[in-house]
């Protein structure tokens, strides 16, 4: 061991403190330098996260500003989906009361097709016993016009209470006093094809009765007859 009293003693000791006081500012150098490397490596690390952050940020307004975008797009679809089925609904509930007009019109139809069936039938009836009622006529005009000296007449009335065709039967030959006295009865034809006792003149009261009796009977002939009897019973008297 060296003694304290070594001259060179102060010399190795300062160096010796030196070399460690060299020795700590070169490991604090190393500190300094590795905290600076990591504090520029933070700073980068915090920039670039920044910067992630930041594009993320803007990503994500972008994403909800497209969900937005389709919120909107989705509103307005549902509501025009809404009013497509609407606008649907009301043409099936059309289309639905046009198929009951059409069964309606369809039933309208064969009903008409029907009435009309009958009135043909009606009409044929009717000119059949049109048909009969002139062979009568005939019939009665070669009798009582050829015997008894009837007259037949053809009458238009244009009043509206008796307006149509009518047919007048004047009798003569039943005054003894008075031969060529005309007596008349004014007849015609209902729509239902049967007779109609419109006056007579002169008037007699039984015409209701005998005017039934042509009704039930349908025997122009005898309905002449029975009103000629009448007319000169009238006569007489």
Same mark, same amino acid.
């Given at each position: @061991?060296?003694? %304290? !009293?070594?001259?060179?003693?102060?010399?190795?000791?300062?160096?010796?403190?030196?070399? =460690?006081?060299?020795?700590?500012?070169?490991?604090?150098?190393? =500190?300094?330098?590795? !905290?600076?490397?990591? *504090?520029?490596?933070?700073?980068?690390?915090?920039?670039?996260?920044?910067?992630?952050?930041?594009?993320?940020?803007?990503?994500?307004?972008?994403?909800?500003?497209?969900?937005?975008?389709? &919120?909107?797009?989705?509103?307005? &679809?549902?509501?025009? #989906?809404?009013?497509?089925?609407?606008? %649907?609904?009301?043409? =099936?509930?059309?289309?639905?009361?046009?198929? @009951?007009? &059409?069964?309606?019109?369809?039933?309208?139809?064969?009903?008409?097709? +029907?009435?009309?069936?009958?009135?043909? +039938?009606?009409?044929?009836?009717?000119?059949?016993?049109?048909?009969? /009622?002139?062979?009568?006529?005939?019939?009665?005009?070669?009798?009582?016009?050829?015997?008894?000296?009837?007259?037949?007449?053809?009458?238009?009335?244009? !009043?509206?209470?008796?307006?149509?065709?009518? #047919?007048?039967?004047?009798?003569?030959?039943?005054? $003894?006093?008075?031969?060529?006295?005309?007596?008349?009865?004014?007849?015609? %034809?209902?729509?239902?094809?049967?007779?109609?006792?419109?006056?007579?003149?002169?008037? #007699?009261? *039984? #015409?209701?009765?005998? +005017?039934?009796?042509?009704?039930? !009977?349908?025997?122009?002939?005898?309905?002449?007859?029975?009103?000629?009897?009448?007319?000169?019973?009238?006569? /007489? $008297?």
């Amino acid at each position: @061991m060296m003694s %304290i !009293t070594d001259p060179n003693m102060s010399d190795r000791f300062t160096n010796a403190m030196e070399d =460690i006081h060299n020795k700590h500012l070169k490991t604090y150098g190393e =500190i300094i330098d590795a !905290t600076t490397e990591l *504090c520029q490596s933070h700073r980068q690390f915090v920039k670039s996260a920044l910067d992630t952050c930041l594009k993320k940020c803007k990503d994500d307004e972008m994403l909800f500003e497209t969900i937005q975008t389709y &919120k909107s797009d989705l509103q307005q &679809k549902n509501a025009s #989906l809404k009013e497509k089925r609407h606008a %649907i609904s009301e043409m =099936i509930s059309e289309i639905q009361q046009k198929e @009951m007009q &059409k069964d309606d019109i369809i039933q309208k139809i064969e009903k008409l097709k +029907e009435e009309q069936g009958k009135r043909k +039938e009606l009409i044929e009836s009717q000119h059949k016993a049109n048909k009969d /009622r002139l062979r009568n006529l005939q019939k009665a005009r070669l009798v009582f016009q050829d015997h008894l000296g009837l007259e037949i007449r053809t009458v238009v009335s244009k !009043t509206e209470l008796a307006k149509g065709e009518k #047919l007048q039967f004047v009798f003569r030959n039943i005054n $003894r006093s008075a031969q060529d006295s005309a007596y008349v009865v004014t007849m015609g %034809i209902k729509e239902d094809g049967s007779y109609q006792i419109v006056s007579s003149d002169p008037v #007699l009261e *039984c #015409l209701p009765v005998l +005017e039934s009796r042509l009704q039930e !009977t349908n025997n122009l002939p005898a309905f002449l007859a029975n009103i000629r009897k009448e007319f000169i019973s009238q006569a /007489r $008297r």
